[in-house]
């Protein structure tokens, strides 16, 4: 599903073409436009791929290393390291919600309602306790306020700052895209199988959803839990990716620093 972002912060167009470039895709990826939410952590760790790189251009590594623009190097720093926490705490809990996910599947086949019922359940809560620590990302942008853009902030300074209100709003959207799936109790919802299985009046005799919206004929309680493994594995993919490429972003800007 697409996923509304935050409203766009506009970044002043520079000659480079790989600032626009750069620039291009937070705000495709802040909208959400065209993109299925797992996707999204993705595309941001493409984005911040491409940070980089841009960090690591002579003319804006001679900029970030001046005095004038160190205090802002070192806020782009604390926030890479709060940045990386919030991620892996995602990732913990995309692994976590995996494992539920496979136990479900599991004691489906064994036609056991109860632990099938159990492990639907403990994939609710884990996502449900990540969600909690979206407050410590509201936290971080509270404490930095607006993203950085004055005249004369080097293109890598300005795309880091904005990149870190995105990965917030991206993390955020990805967890929800996950927990909306299983309680989504609509009869034509593909999920409404899924959903099924947290009411304690389910059975596996009744674990077929009719009249599926957008698709022909019937979806098992089976096939469903196979598509949300697929979908969560999708998500766990994009996080890694994503968490690597912040890493490395990060290194480069340490290198600006130290060397």
């Known amino acids: 599903m697409a996923c509304q972002l935050l409203r766009s912060t506009s970044l002043p167009v520079r000659p480079h ?10 705000q495709r990826i802040r909208s ?20 980089e790189e841009l960090v690591r ?26 940045l990386l926490d ?4 995602a990732r913990d809990a995309v692994a976590s919600a ?6 479900a599947r599991r004691e489906v ?29 509201r936290k971080l942008l509270s404490k930095r306020g607006a993203p950085a853009n004055a005249d004369g902030t080097p293109a890598a300074v300005k795309t880091l700052s904005e990149a870190v209100a995105v990965t917030v709003a991206v ?3 990805v967890l929800s895209s996950l927990s909306m799936r299983v309680v989504d109790t609509r009869r034509k919802s593909r999920w ?3 959903s099924k299985l947290l009411g304690s009046e389910w059975s596996l005799g009744l674990g077929v959803c009719k009249d599926l919206e957008g698709h022909e004929g019937a979806m098992s309680a089976q096939e469903t839990l196979q598509e949300l493994e697929d979908g969560v594995e999708a998500v766990e993919s994009g996080l890694e990716h994503l968490f690597r490429h912040i890493v490395q972003a990060r290194v480069a800007l340490l290198n600006v620093l130290t060397l």
């Open 17 to 26: 073409a790989l600032v626009q470039e750069v620039e291009d895709e937070l």
């Open 57 to 82: 251009l002579h003319g804006g590594r001679d900029a970030l290393s001046s005095a004038r623009w160190r205090s802002a190097m070192e806020a782009e720093l604390d926030a890479s390291v709060a």
């Open 171 to 173: 993390l955020q959207c």
């Open 98 to 103: 995996k494992q539920h996910v496979r136990a």
């Open 32 to 51: 959400g436009a065209s993109a299925s939410a797992p996707s999204l952590a993705g595309r941001l760790g493409d984005a911040y791929g491409r940070i």
């Open 86 to 89: 919030l991620c892996q705490r």
């Open 109 to 137: 086949r064994r036609s056991d309602a109860v632990l099938a019922r159990a492990a639907v359940r403990g994939y609710v809560r884990c996502l449900a306790k990540a969600g909690k620590h979206e407050a410590g990302g």
């Open 192 to 194: 409404c199988v899924v």
